[in-house]
C-alpha cells in the first residue's frame, strides 16, 4: 500500500516562469530515464522478486521516494508554466521575436492539452511507456540496469543545471543530483554485494551451465571494423572480470558457416518463388491445389 | 562504411519446423534487449563519441558482429516458420487440437504479413523501437548499458534454450550464450579501465562539481518503505563505492518542503478555479478580458 | 511525498497458477484502463490542480490507494505466474494438448522478459503509455473523464470475474468491483458538486463566452446517416440540459461551404502541380529559381 | 457505406498564412481528444452495438458529421500552410529573427514530409493511435467517454481561439464550438435517457450482481493523503448517486492484509534466490536437473 | 463532407462463429496495411492535392469507399465474435483442449475490452497508427505508395482466405480481393497517366534540377554484398527507366573518404573525452568554467 | 555478416554548426522513409527471400550501402550538432532572440540525452519503429514498397536541400539524391524483370486463382465521392494494365446488401441490451444464470 503526504521532499519553486524550460524539464519527468521510469521500475522489481528480505526491502525503500521525486518535478513544472505565453496574438508578440521564440520553443500541449499543467511526456512530447520498465526477476541484471538509469538520469540533470540559471530550478536538481548519488553508489553496492554473497556471478545468468555454451568463443574480442586499437584494451588480452577464462584478440571472427538456402514456405502465402506464373502456365502441383481449394 | 558477406557467424537450422518457437524467438531479434538493440546501440555510441582510438574502435568492432547476430536469428526464424500451418482449415486441424494451439501460439503477423519470414518486432509482436538505444556520450553510463543489455539479453537466451529441445535451435542459443559471456565481461572491463585511466569516476557524471549538489543528502539511505532489512545492506552503512562518502541509514526522508499553493494559470486557460462562474455572473477582470477580446 | 507499507488492502492470494489468466489479468494493471492509469491521471490532476481545498485532496486522497491496486494486481499476477509451464519440451507437452494450449495463450514475455513476473503492459502485451493520462486542469472535464475510467475498469473487472472460477482471484475482483462502484459514486457526486458550486457548467469550458461561437447550431442535431430513429431521442427535441437551449432535428447539415480550392506551395516542396516538367521543358519562373539556387 | 461531397461543413480558410499555429491545429485534428478520435470512436460505438434503434442510428449519425470536421481542420491546415517558410537560408531569416522563430516553432514535417500539408498528428507531432479509440459495448460507460471526449475537446478549440487573431480561423472555430456544445449536451441526454429507460445504471455494469462485490467497502472514501478537505464534499457522506448505498469517511485504509511471500518460480527462469550459486557450489536438485537436461 | 448509408457495399455474414480467425481479420481493417490506412491515406493525400481536377477527385472518389470497406470488417468481427467463448471456466473447457487452444488464440482484449466487438488495433492487437499514412504532396511517390498498400493488402487478404473455410467469410474477401486488383490496376494507371501528361517523371521529384546532385553515381550498382549474381540483372548494364543514364556494375563503392574526427562538443554535456579526471585533477578552462558558473 | 570500415562513402562534414537543421536531418537517418528503414527492410526481405540468385544478391547488395547512409547522416548530424548552444542563460541569449529561436527549434533531445549526439529518431523525435518496415515474401509488392521509399527519401531530401546553404551538407545531400535516383531506377528495373521473367504479375499475388475473387467488381471505378472528374482519366475506361480486364466507370456502388442485425452476445460482457435492468428487474435465463454462477 501506499500513502501520500502533502509535502514535498524538497523545495521545488522556481523564481521566475519559464515555459521553454518546463519542456526540457519534462526530459528527467517522463523520459527513458526519468522519474516515472524509476518510480515504476523499482516497484515491478519489488512486485517480482523471489527473496524475502534485504534486497526486496531495498527496492520497495526507494521506489517511493522515487514517486515523489515525480510529483516534485511534475509541480516544478506547472510552476514554470503558470505565466505560460497563450497570448500569441498580443501586439508584444508581434514585436518581441522573443516571446515568439519561447512559444515556438515550449511544449505546445502544456498549453493545449494540460492547461499550463505538466505531463506524462518526455522533452519531445513522447508519452513515457512501460517498455522502458526492466524487472526480468534476476537481481544482478536488475541491478546493472538500475545503476545505468541512475547514471544517464543524473547526466540529464547535470545537464538541464547548465541550461537555466533560474536559482530556485537550480536548487532543486541540485537536490536530485545528490540523490542520484546516492542511488549510483547504492545500486553499485547492492550489485557486489549480491556477488559477495554469491547469490549471482558474472555472467548472468550465472547458474546456467556454462558447459552448456560454446566455451571457445566466450573470452575472444572479434574485430568487424578495421580499427587498430581495440587490441590495446584489457578486454582483448589477460583475465576476464568473470574470473573462468581468458580474453583473446582476433581480426573478424573465429567461426562461420555457410549461409540456409532460401527457405520455400507453402504456396498459400503467395512468396515469390522460381515457379512459373501466372497461374494459366504454372503445372505443378501446387497450383493445382490452390485452384481446387 | 558496412559490407555483407553472404556467410554465418555460426549455423543456423533447426531440426524442424517450430512457428510457436519461432515467435519467441523473436524476442532476442526484435526486443527491449535484443539483437537489433545492441547492433543499434553500439553504433549511435560509436558516431556519437567523443574521442578517437580504443573506446571507438571497441564501439564500431562488435557493431557489425551484433548486426550479423540479428541475421542468424531471422534466418532461423524463417527456417523454424518455413512450414508453418497456414492450412487451419484442413480436416487434421479439426480432429487435433494441438494444430489449433499451435496457430494460437504463433505470431499471425508471421502467416499474415510476412509470409513465413521475420520481423522486426518482439514476441508479443511489438515492432522495435529506437526508444530503447541509450547513446549518451559519457562512456561510463553507456558501457553500464551495454553491460545491463548482455545480462538481460544472456538471460532471455537462457530461458529460451529451456523452451525447446531442437538440437539446432539450441546449438545457436549456446554460440550467443557464449557472445554474450563475451560481451559482459568485454563491458565490465572497459568501464573499469575507463576508470582506471580517470577517464570517468563513479557519480557518473564525475566532472560535474560535486559542490554543487546537495551534498548532505548524497550518501543516505532513506527508506520510504516499512521494510526492517534494507538497514542490513552495506548501502547503509560504511564507505561508498565512489570513494567520496560514507552510507548512513534513516528511516524515511531527512528532508521536507511545504506543498506549494496551486497555480493559478491565465483565465484563458479555463482551468477550474474558485472564481465564480458561469460567465454570466462574473464580475472579474479576467472575465471581462475574455468576453471583450 | 509518497511512503509504502508492505501490506496489501486486500489479500491477492489465487488457489492454483494460471499464466494464461495472468496474462488476462494484465488488462486491469496496465491497459487503458488499468489500476496505472488511474493512479497516474489522478496524481497528474492533483499537480495539475489550481486551487486547493476538498478537490484537490479527493485527488490525492484517491491516487495513493489506485496505486495500491496497482501493486495488489503486480502480486497476484507473479503468483498466477509462479509455476508458469516454461517447459514446453517435456514429453508431457508433447501429449497433452492443453499444456499446448496454456503456452500458446500466455503472455510469452511473461517467461521469457520477466521470469515469471508483471509486467507494466496491457493484456495483448502493449506497453501502459503516458498517452492514455487525462489532465486538463479543468475538473468537469477531468472529472467526466474519471467517471469514464472508472466505469471501464469496472467492465473489464467484471468480465474478467467470469473468466475464472479461482476463488482467490474472484475475492480480489470483487473486492476491485467494490472500489470501482465507490469511484464511479464518488466522480459522480464531485461533478454534481463542481455544478452545484457553479465552478463549472455545461458546455464545458462553460466560462468561454457563449457569444463567441455559432450559437445557431448549438442545438441542432444534424443526421448524417439514413437511420430513421435517431429523431426519436431527447438529444433531438426538447430543452438540452445545459439549460441554455433547445433541441432540433435536421436531416443532415444545415449549412455547408465550397471546398477551397487546393492549395499551391513554394515549388520548393516538389509537390505535384499542374505546372509543366520535367525541368528541361519549364519556362516558369519557379523553375527558374531552382536552377539558379 | 460513406459517401463523400465536395463541399465543406463551414468555411474553413484564414485570412494568413501561419505554419507555427498549424502545428497547433494539429492538436484537435490528430490528437488524443481530435476529430480523428471521434469520427472513428462513434464508429465503432455504432459497429460494435448490441441494439437497433435511436441509440445506434445517433452513433451512425454523427459519427459521419466528425469525419467532415476532420477535413475541415486538414483543409484549413494545408492552408495555413501554403506559404510556409521553407526558405530559411534567405538572407531575410538571418536578419530576421521572428522568421527563425516561425521555422523552429513550427511542425518540421509539415514541411520535409508532408510538403506543405496536414498530417494525421498531434501538435507535438505523435501520430493519431487507435489506443485512443473506446467502444465497449456498453453504452453508458461509452456514452460518457464521449461525453469526457467533447468537454476535452471543447476545451482544447476554446485554448486554440486564443492563441490566434485571424478571422478565417476563429470563425472556424467558433463553429467547431458550437457543434461541440450540442455534443456534450447530447451525449449527456442520451446518457440521461438509457438509465431512465432503465437500460444501464450506476454502477456500471450495472447488471453485474451487487451481493458479489464485497459491499462493505462499496461507499466508503478511503483518504489515503493527508489532506483535511476531501471529508467535505459530498462524496464523504449522504446518499450515493446511484441510489444504492450511504457514503462514509474514513482516514486511510478499513482492510489490510499481509503481504503474500515472494514467487519461487521454476530454477529455469534464472531469477535471484537464496539457493546458494555459482552452480558449481549448488548441491540442490534444481541443479541437477539443470545440468542433465 | 462525408454521409452514411445503413448498408454494406457487400454482404459480410459469416456462417458460424471464430474468435480466432476474427483476430486474424483484424490484421486487414486496423493493420500496417490494413483499410483504415487506405481511407486516411487517400483522405490526407485528397486534403494536401495542389491542383483540382481528376487527381484529386480520383482520391475523394475511392477514400469513401475505403472507409465502408472498414466498415464491413468491423460488422464481420463482431459477429464472427459473437459466441467468443467467454466462459473459460465451463466443465467444457476442462475436458476440451480445442477450446482451450481457441481461447488462446483470440485477441483477449476483443473480450475483455470490447466486449466482443471489433478494434482499431491489427492481428497481434498493436494499435493503428497516423505514422502508417503516406501523403507528400507528390503524386507520383503517392500513387506509388498507394500501389504498395493495395498490393500488400491483396497479399493479406489472399493469405486470410486460405485460414477459413466459412463460406461467408470468404465471400466478403472474394470481393475484397477484386475491388484490390481494382485499385491495384487503378494506381497503376494513374502513375503512368501523370508521366504520360509530364507531370513527373523518374526520379521524384523530377523538377530537381539534376545537374544539382552528383551525376556520377546517379546509375552505379554498387555491390556491397559478395553474391555473384546481382550483376546479371537489368539494373547493372542497359538504359535505366528514367531514360537519362545507363547502369553500370561495381564491386563495392566507387566513392570514399575518410572518417571524420571525433565530435568535442561543450564540456557541459558531459561526454566522455580525454580531458583528464575528476574534477579535482583537472586543470584546464573547461573545468575551471564548471566550477565558477 | 556484416564487417565494417572507418571511411564513409562520401564526406560528410558541415561548414558551420547548425543545431535546428541538425534536427531536420534526423527525418531522413530515422523516419518513416530514413535510411534505417531501408536499410533494415532490404535485409528483412532478404532474409526472407524464397529464391536464391540476382534478386536475392541484389537485396543483400544494397542493404549493407543502406546502413552506411546511416552512419554518415549521424556522423553529420554529431558534427552539426557539436556547437549546439547548450548555454541559453548565458548574456547573449537574452539579448539575441535569434539563440533563443535556435534552442527553441532544436532537438532538444539531442543535448539532454544525447549530449550533442545523433539519435535514432525523426525530425519530430518519434522514435524509430519496425513498423516501418515492409517484407512480404512478395518481390512485386516489396520492389514497389521499395520505390515508393526511395521516392519519398529523395522527395524530402530534395526539400533539405533547399533548407541550408551550408556547402558541406548540400554536397552530402547531393551525393545522397544521386544514390535515391539509382535506387528507384533499380526497384524500377528490378519490378520490371520480375513481371518480363513471368514471375509475378499485376494483380499481386497473381497466382492467386482470378476465379475465386468476384471478378464483376475487379475493372470499375466507383465513384463514392461527388467530383466529375475522374471519369476522365484512363482508370475509368479502356484496358487495364493487368492485360485482364477493361475499365468502367460508375457513379457509387454497383452492389449493397443490408446491414445485418446488431450482434447480441453472451450477458457476461454487459454490454447494453434492450433486457430490462437493473438485475432486481430482470426475470430472464442470462440473469437468473449471472446470479448463480
Redesign the interface.
Known sequence: ?????????????PDKPDA?YA??LQ?VL???YGE?TVA?QY??QA????????????L??????E??H??ML??MI??L????P????DDAVQS???V??????????H???????????????????????????????DF??N??IE??G???V????????DHGVRDLL??L??????H???W???A???QAE?????????????????????????????????K????AKGP???GK?E?SYHD??T????????????????????V????E??AGKA?DK??K?
Open positions: 500500500m501506499f500513502f501520500h503526504k502533502q509535502e514535498l521532499q524538497f523545495k521545488a519553486t521553454v519542456r526540457k526530459e517522463g523520459g527513458q516515472i515504476m516497484e515491478f512486485w517480482n522478486a523471489h527473496i524475502p528480505g534485504k534486497y526486496r526491502d531495498l520497495y525503500g526507494i521506489a517511493a521516494e514517486m515523489g515525480v510529483e511534475a509541480i506547472a510552476q508554466l503558470e505565466k505560460a497563450l497570448g500569441i496574438t518581441d521575436p522573443t515568439a521564440a519561447v512559444v515556438g520553443g515550449m511544449d505546445v500541449q498549453a493545449i492539452v494540460a492547461g499550463a499543467g505538466a505531463r506524462p511526456v518526455d522533452s519531445n512530447g513522447n508519452p513515457w511507456t512501460g517498455g522502458y520498465v526492466t524487472a526480468s526477476g534476476n537481481l544482478l541484471a546493472t540496469s545503476a545505468n547514471m544517464q543524473r547526466l540529464a547535470a545537464r538541464l543545471y547548465h541550461m537555466t540559471d541540485a537536490f543530483l545528490a540523490r542520484d548519488t546516492m549510483q553508489n547504492q553499485t553496492t547492492a557486489l554485494e549480491l554469491n547469490m549471482e556471478q558474472l555472467p548472468v545468468p550465472s547458474n546456467f551451465p556454462l558447459n552448456k555454451e560454446h566455451r571457445e568463443v566466450s573470452y575472444q574480442y572479434l574485430n568487424f571494423s578495421d580499427g587498430e586499437h581495440a590495446e584494451g584489457s578486454w576476464a572480470p568473470d577464462g580474453f573478424g571472427p567461426t562461420s558457416a555457410p549461409m540456409p538456402p532460401p527457405t520455400r514456405p507453402d504456396a498459400r502465402y503467395y512468396g515469390t518463388t522460381d512459373p506464373n501466372p497461374v502456365k504454372a497450383q490452390l485452384k481449394e
